[in-house]
C-alpha cells in the first residue's frame, strides 16, 4: 500500500486543519522545504501536498514552499492539489516538477474537461474527491454539492481510462484522529475502476493494518504522524505486507 506524508500549505506554513475549517489550524513548520526532507528521510517514498489558499481561491499561491518541497523530493514523487482548475494551472505546476495533481472543484463543475484533461496529461491527474455526508464538497470545502460521491467517479470513469487514482477524504474524519470512515471507503473501492487512496481521520497502526486487509491502495497521513501517533517507519513496514 502506498504511504503519502502530507503537507498541507497555508499562507508558507506547514499546517492541519480539523474538520476542513481555516480557522481550526495548526501550525507544525514554517519551513515547508525542511519539513519534506523531513519525510523522506524517515523513509517516505512519496509526499502529498495541498495548497490551501489555492484550493480556496482558485489559484495557486504557494509556489515559493511547493518549489522547496520539489527540490527537497530530488525527483522523488510528490502530488499536489489545490487550487487546479485550468490547463494553464496543470502546465504551470508540472514544469515546477510535480509527478500528479489532485483535481476536485473543477472535476466536479467540468467532468468533461477533467476527462479530456486526464487524456491529454496521462499519468498526472488524480480525482479529488472531498466528500461531507457522501456528497462532494468544493471551493476548499467551503461549499457542498449535491452530488454523491459514487456517481462523480462514475460520471469521470465513463469519459476517461487515464485518471491515475482517486483521492477520497471523508471531511468529518479528517484532523480529528478518529480513524477513517472505511464503510465509506470500501463503497467506494467496489465500484471505482480507479485505484483509491485514503485521506483523512488515520491515526492508529490499526488502521494502517485494517486498510491494508481492505486491500486500499493507498494512504495519506497527516496529523498522526506530526503529532506523534505514528511513527513513519512503523507505517512503512505495515503497508508492506499484505493480507
Known sequence: MEIWPAIDLLGGNCVRLQQGDYNRDTVFSDDPGAMASKWFSDGAGLLHCVDLDGAKSGSIINETAIRDIVQAANGRPVQLGGGVRTESTIERLLKLGLSRLVVGT???????????????????????????????ATEGWLKTSETPASELVDRIAQKTSQCVAVVYTDISKDGMLEGPNFEALKELESTSPFPVICSGGITTLDDIRRLVQQGTHGAIIGRALYDGHMKLSQVLSIADQRA
Do not use: N, R, S
Open 106 to 136: 473543477a472535476a466536479l463543475k467540468e467532468p468533461e474537461w477533467f476527462a479530456t484533461m486526464c487524456d491529454k496529461y496521462p499519468g498526472h491527474l488524480v480525482l479529488g474527491l472531498d466528500a461531507w455526508g457522501g456528497k462532494v
